[in-house]
């Protein structure tokens, strides 16, 4: 902000700015579809705290195809409007957040329903080097009937303490409608989403790029509009949550991945030397086969993990991740075809042991119990031995464009 006190005023394009001639500081971006009952009321009041706060300042409407004459009105109570094409929440923040002349950007939905008054302690968390300033409605203050108890007590919390504990987020309100951020550090974030995701992804990677992100407590009032909420309640909750899933390999793939071949060694460790009673259950061969499904589903499980993080990283989805390039020293083409070549010798060898046996029997009946702790190993070993090796291939051919 200049030391002098800039004199908001409308320029040609109907956006406010300051008198100086310093780059404005702040954005206030509003993505807008129909919302002729609401969106002027919300760039007057953005307005008026640029002006009574001595911020210079923008105010832009992101119009994702309004036919209602939403963007005649927000044009004459003074924002610049952003027609963006391409439909979805995500394309008209982004396409507003790309037009805009601010260093710090302020995103809040155009239905009158959070406060712009707030837009100071916002602010005040950019000017001290924040890169995300989140609001938190529950923090701060919700009106009756601003939000439905199935999203205030189930929604909200739940996916929020999901992408906690997925990404180590200090948000506490993963969905809140306004927010801040530098516009440089949002360019760092390389935002992918189209919908409604987008929110979610920005907070996700914001912590995957370990920025400081901090919380100011906000408002949510009950919105001004008397059509539906553009927001569908499963149908958005269910693609939040498989962003999230997506985002993290380690909690969709490789933790259970780990949890099945932990499972699966320990019932193959008591149930191979012979069948045993567990609480009273007796367990013998049928268990043991389970046991081994475990063991290879488990490894698939922890490939995928290993594929998707590579696929992440090319694709500039996540940042590099030291942690996993240390492991990639050892996970190598090499490393992989000779475990995989020594568990497929094993189940070859123990093949050949079953058949010797059988032989040795007149090729005649034998104990299936018997015979199937000799013939599931073998089928095992031949079964992850390939799959190491195939797998090891497909991982090699992955990190082609990493290397």
Same mark, same amino acid.
């Given at each position: 902000?200049?030391?002098?006190?800039?004199?908001?005023?409308?320029?040609?394009?109907?956006?406010?700015?300051?008198?100086?001639?310093?780059?404005?500081?702040?954005? =206030?971006?509003?993505?807008?579809?129909?919302?002729?009952?609401?969106?002027? =009321?919300?760039?007057?009041?953005?307005?008026? =705290?640029?002006?009574?706060?001595?911020?210079?300042?923008?105010?832009?409407?992101?119009?994702?195809?309004?036919?209602?004459?939403?963007?005649?009105?927000?044009?004459?109570?003074?924002?610049?409007? !952003?027609?963006?094409?391409?439909?979805?929440?995500?394309?008209?923040?982004? /396409?507003? !957040?790309?037009?805009?002349? /601010?260093?710090?950007?302020?995103?809040?939905?155009?239905?009158?329903?959070?406060?712009?008054?707030?837009?100071?302690?916002?602010?005040?968390?950019?000017?001290?080097?924040?890169?995300?300033?989140?609001?938190?409605?529950?923090?701060?203050?919700?009106?009756?009937?601003?939000?439905?108890?199935?999203?205030?007590?189930?929604?909200?919390?739940?996916?929020?303490?999901?992408?906690?504990?997925?990404?180590?987020?200090?948000?506490?309100?993963?969905?809140?409608?306004?927010?801040?951020?530098?516009?440089?550090?949002?360019?760092?974030?390389?935002?992918?989403? #189209?919908?409604?995701?987008?929110?979610?992804?920005?907070?996700?990677?914001?912590?995957? &790029?370990?920025?400081?992100?901090?919380?100011?407590? #906000?408002?949510?009032?009950?919105?001004?509009?008397?059509?539906?909420?553009?927001?569908?309640?499963?149908?958005?909750?269910?693609?939040?949550?498989?962003?999230?899933?997506?985002?993290?390999?380690?909690?969709?793939?490789?933790?259970?991945?780990?949890?099945?071949?932990?499972?699966?060694?320990?019932?193959?460790?008591?149930?191979?030397?012979?069948?045993?009673?567990?609480?009273?259950?007796?367990?013998? =061969?049928?268990? @043991?086969?389970?046991?081994?499904?475990?063991?290879?589903?488990?490894?698939? &499980? !922890?490939?995928?993990?290993?594929?998707?993080?590579?696929?992440?990283?090319?694709?500039?989805?996540?940042?590099?991740?030291?942690?996993?390039?240390?492991?990639?020293?050892?996970?190598?083409?090499? #490393?992989?075809?000779?475990?995989?070549?020594?568990?497929?010798?094993?189940? !070859?060898?123990?093949?050949?042991?079953?058949?010797?046996?059988?032989?040795?029997?007149?090729?005649?009946?034998?104990?299936?119990?018997?015979? @199937?702790?000799?013939?599931?190993?073998?089928?095992?070993? &031949?079964?992850?031995?390939?799959?190491?090796?195939?797998?090891?291939?497909?991982?090699?051919?992955?990190?082609?464009?990493?290397?």
């Amino acid at each position: 902000m200049s030391t002098s006190s800039p004199i908001v005023a409308s320029d040609h394009q109907g956006a406010f700015v300051s008198g100086s001639d310093e780059a404005l500081e702040l954005s =206030v971006v509003m993505p807008c579809l129909n919302e002729h009952e609401t969106v002027g =009321v919300c760039v007057r009041k953005a307005v008026s =705290v640029l002006s009574q706060e001595g911020i210079a300042g923008e105010v832009i409407v992101a119009d994702n195809g309004s036919t209602d004459g939403s963007v005649e009105i927000a044009e004459q109570e003074g924002a610049r409007v !952003i027609r963006v094409q391409e439909k979805g929440y995500g394309n008209a923040l982004k /396409g507003g !957040i790309s037009a805009s002349r /601010g260093k710090f950007v302020l995103m809040a939905d155009s239905d009158d329903s959070y406060d712009f008054g707030h837009i100071p302690r916002f602010l005040e968390q950019l000017r001290a080097g924040s890169d995300l300033v989140m609001g938190n409605r529950f923090r701060g203050s919700i009106a009756k009937k601003a939000m439905p108890p199935l999203h205030k007590y189930l929604g909200n919390p739940v996916l929020t303490a999901v992408g906690r504990l997925f990404f180590k987020s200090p948000c506490g309100d993963f969905h809140c409608g306004i927010r801040a951020f530098r516009k440089d550090s949002f360019q760092r974030m390389d935002v992918r989403s #189209t919908g409604m995701e987008f929110a979610s992804e920005m907070v996700v990677k914001s912590s995957l &790029l370990q920025m400081k992100v901090s919380e100011v407590p #906000t408002s949510l009032s009950p919105d001004g509009r008397s059509h539906p909420p553009h927001l569908r309640t499963w149908r958005d909750g269910w693609r939040h949550l498989r962003f999230l899933l997506m985002y993290s390999p380690r909690w969709l793939f490789l933790y259970p991945g780990f949890l099945l071949v932990a499972i699966g060694l320990v019932g193959c460790a008591l149930l191979l030397p012979g069948p045993r009673v567990v609480f009273g259950l007796g367990l013998d =061969v049928h268990t @043991l086969l389970y046991a081994f499904l475990a063991v290879l589903l488990g490894f698939q &499980l !922890i490939s995928f993990a290993m594929f998707t993080k590579v696929f992440a990283i090319t694709e500039g989805l996540l940042p590099e991740d030291p942690r996993f390039n240390r492991v990639f020293r050892w996970v190598k083409l090499e #490393t992989g075809l000779v475990v995989g070549g020594l568990l497929m010798a094993i189940g !070859i060898g123990a093949s050949i042991w079953a058949v010797s046996h059988w032989a040795s029997d007149s090729f005649g009946a034998l104990d299936p119990r018997q015979m @199937l702790r000799i013939v599931m190993p073998a089928v095992f070993s &031949l079964s992850l031995g390939a799959q190491i090796t195939f797998s090891s291939f497909f991982l090699s051919i992955l990190g082609l464009r990493r290397r």
